[in-house]
């Protein structure tokens, strides 16, 4: 049987004014008493999380269809009307590939302009970090990206915006959700559009963007003389095809390769599993097709081309993943010491990380004199910092472990375009000294200390498996590990109540972020553990991260070998 709760709003979507196919899909659902699927449509409505809007495609209040775009959409636009009183709103629309996703943007288009907003509709798929750009670029109060990201084919997702060009915030997010909630009928959400109010945008907007990239530039001359390295490219049938061959061609690169097969935009991802760059077989043909013209470099971007995945051949010639860790670092310790042989560095200069990734970054940061923001977990803090520290600090570089990266401020999101072509700007100056990026990485670890990191997601799907997830985080908080790979738990780090604890002496001192569901654990040896709910999936992720000295290149087997046996021993002891 359904909930009263979920009983309630199935009535209200049964009486409302819904179309007869939504209002016939939930009576067979009754008839046939799939319950269960039932209250993961209904059980709550979409809320904003560190990504906005995200879920399965489908009816009810907790999927995404036409009438939570529109709600979202008119909930928005009550809110900067209320924002920006007395100015005619003007907003961005894109979308990715995904199935339902133009049809998505055309809705939320036509309720902006409804409403009597003016809006910027891209006329074909775009990456969602030109929607960043094309915000502050067009001088508009807020954007909307249709894209599920990295997600399966089955999602879909409403990336909301402020008018600085980074995903709203608080309180805007949750203050845009509260105008939502005061919707109660459909009646209230303007779908006819006002056609007048719609300009279609594209090329023009890609060559601001584009240019603004390019200049960023930094090794050009190593690029000239390493044109010619050899670069395979796949969007995974995502927006990345729209950009990313052009601005690797302005860069100076001669050699781009394109995985055909992936080349098309395609909702279904047919030739992938998950059009996730972290996993192995989303670069599966790529890599197939580096081994056969005996690349230098992989690129994949996800659907939206937010996020970027790399291959390279490491000291064996074999093809190898790099994870989101190790090219965030790679990065910035390309991009400090291009800027430091430029002689830009003067010490008002700044990177930004979240609290999850690496932080060997941290150290990196310190080496050359530069500022490091640590923030929470979703690129919004770091387009937040930018904003806070405009004309007054200089961000180089920023990025988070989830293989998303920054460089330079023009977009205030993460920006796959734009690290593809800094990523093989790094592998040409990589080669033009005679390193490969392998190399190079390891260059690092000796300098800097090798540090390995683990991501561990654990999926707990609808509401039970949302209560299973808040019942793991409340065990973990009120009874701290003590012992993690045989070494002392001596700090814990509760981002949800603002305090870190010595667990040596009790002293307490206060978190300054602002207050989200996190812990982290620091061992004795420096470890770190870090836990934290997923903000976008029904999803719990551990974050291990471990370190030690590397003397030389030729120790990396070994102190590898080792802080894989120390992170599997931590996870053990952590019973996830």
């Not at 915000?135 to 409403?158: D, F, M, Q, W």
């Not at 997010?173 to 509260?178: A, E, G, M, R, V």
């Not at 941290?362 to 919004?380: Q, S």
């Not at 061992?523 to 551990?542: C, N």
Request: hydrophobic share 40%.
């Amino acid at each position: 049987m359904l909930s009263p709760e979920v009983q309630t709003k199935v009535n209200h979507w049964l009486k409302g004014v819904y179309d007869e196919a939504t209002k016939a899909e939930i009576n067979q659902l009754l008839k046939e008493e799939k319950f269960t699927e039932l209250t993961d449509s209904f059980y709550k409505d979409l809320e904003f999380g560190t990504g906005g809007l995200r879920g399965l495609m489908g009816i009810g209040s907790n999927k995404m269809n036409k009438y939570t775009v529109g709600a979202a959409t008119q909930g928005i636009f009550n809110y900067l009307q209320k924002s920006f009183p007395n100015e005619q709103i003007k907003v961005a629309i894109a979308c990715d590939s995904r199935n339902n996703s133009p049809l998505f943007a055309q809705i939320t288009a036509d309720v902006f302009a409804a409403n009597g907003a003016k809006v910027f509709l891209f006329k074909e798929l775009r990456p969602t970090p030109e929607l960043s750009f094309a915000i502050r670029h067009l001088g508009c109060h807020s954007g909307v990206v249709i894209t599920a990201s990295h997600n399966p084919k089955e999602y879909n997702g409403y990336k909301a915006y402020w008018n600085d060009g980074a995903q709203m915030l608080s309180p805007h997010d949750t203050n845009s959700i509260l105008e939502v909630q005061k919707i109660t009928s459909v009646a209230e959400i303007k779908f006819s559009g006002n056609a007048s109010n719609i300009s279609i945008i594209g090329e023009e907007i890609d060559n601001e963007y584009l240019e603004k990239i390019t200049s960023l530039s930094i090794s050009k001359e190593a690029i000239k003389r390493q044109k010619d390295l050899k670069i395979v490219f796949t969007p995974l049938h995502g927006s990345g095809i729209t950009l990313v061959p052009q601005l690797l061609q302005k860069f100076g690169f001669e050699n781009v390769n394109i995985v055909k097969a992936q080349e098309k935009p395609d909702g279904n991802f047919p030739t992938t599993p998950s059009p996730n760059p972290e996993e192995k077989a989303a670069l599966a043909m790529a890599v197939a097709n580096a081994k056969e013209i005996d690349a230098d470099l992989v690129l994949a971007t996800d659907p939206d081309a937010d996020r970027v995945g790399i291959a390279i051949k490491d000291l064996k010639g074999e093809w190898v993943l790099v994870n989101g860790n190790q090219t965030g670092s790679l990065l910035i310790y390309y991009m400090l010491n291009a800027w430091k042989e430029a002689g830009k560095i003067d010490g008002k200069q700044f990177i930004c990380k979240t609290i999850v990734s690496s932080y060997i970054m941290d150290a990196i940061a310190k080496k050359f004199g530069v500022k490091c923001y640590n923030v929470l977990t979703g690129f919004k803090y770091i387009g937040e910092i930018i904003r806070k520290t405009e004309g007054k600090e200089k961000f180089i570089v920023g990025g988070e472990e989830s293989y998303g990266y920054l460089v330079g401020d023009f977009s205030r999101d993460k920006d796959a375009v734009a690290s593809c072509a800094f990523i093989a700007e790094m592998a040409a100056y990589a080669k033009d000294k005679g390193r490969t990026l392998y190399e190079l990485l390891i260059d690092m670890y000796v300098e800097f200390g090798f540090y390995k990191e683990k991501l561990k997601s654990i999926t707990k799907p609808g509401k039970s498996g949302q209560d299973e997830i808040k019942a793991m985080m409340v065990g973990f908080r009120n009874n701290p590990p003590k012992i993690l790979a045989h070494s002392k738990v001596v700090k814990l780090m509760d981002y949800e109540n603002s305090v870190e604890i010595n667990l040596l002496n009790g002293v307490k001192s206060d978190i300054l972020l602002p207050k989200s569901d996190v812990l982290q654990f620091l061992t004795e040896d420096g470890s770190l553990v870090s836990a934290r709910p997923s903000g976008t999936e029904p999803k719990i992720k551990f974050y291990f991260s471990v370190n030690e000295k590397l003397p030389s290149k030729a120790d990396f087997d070994i102190v590898d070998a080792k802080l894989n046996t120390k992170i599997d021993q931590i996870i053990a002891d952590l019973g996830v």
